[in-house]
């Protein structure tokens, strides 16, 4: 039997997230103002943009995104580090060439955000592709990445997901030779 809805509803407080966003705020207006008071981001007023671009809209703070990665690299110290930006949290390019250009990381898991990477001019020394069931093609692919900034091809690194993946690596590596190597199988126990 399901209860009402009512009967184990408690008292829910509003929560505002301009509060802990960093970057958003609440802008008191003057008196003579339809509003109070309006949200901001780096002190622009969320409604303007609505005004000039329409909705719905997806709004990010430059200023957050830096001071994350001041905090990141500040918590990391002289410990050597690479930070990976997860493209699939957020494929969006004017964030993607932001991020590159503070000098970090990008971390894929497919094909399609690797071709991304390239129309942007992301290096392969910039790319980690992680994630589970990688095709032959998208293994193959990363291996010959290239993009206009790269004076060499492929990829960063592979974090490899299980023992027919890291075939497919090894055979895609061999690629042009396979038969430099009687037993594939032979040459994958090495490396697991």
Not at 152 to 168: K, P, Q, Y
Request: hydrophobic share 40%; net charge neutral.
């Amino acid at each position: 039997m399901i209860a009402p809805a009512d009967r184990h509803a408690k008292n829910v407080s509003f929560v505002d997230p301009a509060t802990f966003t960093p970057h958003f705020a609440w802008k008191k207006l003057p008196a003579k103002s339809a509003y109070d008071s309006v949200v901001v981001c780096e002190k622009v007023p969320l409604a303007d943009v609505t005004e000039r671009v329409g909705t719905p809209t997806y709004l990010y703070s430059r200023a957050a995104i830096d001071d994350a990665h001041r905090e990141l690299h500040g918590g990391l110290g002289d410990l050597p580090h690479t930070l990976c930006f997860a493209v699939k949290s957020n494929g969006n390019t004017a964030i993607l060439k932001h991020v590159a250009k503070k000098g970090n990381g990008f971390d894929i898991v497919s094909g399609g955000e690797l071709d991304l990477l390239r129309r942007i001019g992301v290096r392969g020394d910039c790319i980690v592709f992680s994630g589970v069931g990688k095709s032959r093609d998208e293994i193959r692919e990363a291996l010959r990445y290239r993009s206009s900034a790269d004076r060499r091809t492929g990829i960063l690194l592979f974090n490899v997901e299980s023992e027919a993946e890291l075939d497919v690596l090894l055979l895609a590596l061999l690629g042009q030779d396979p038969e430099a190597f009687s037993d594939i199988q032979q040459i994958s126990r090495l490396f697991r």
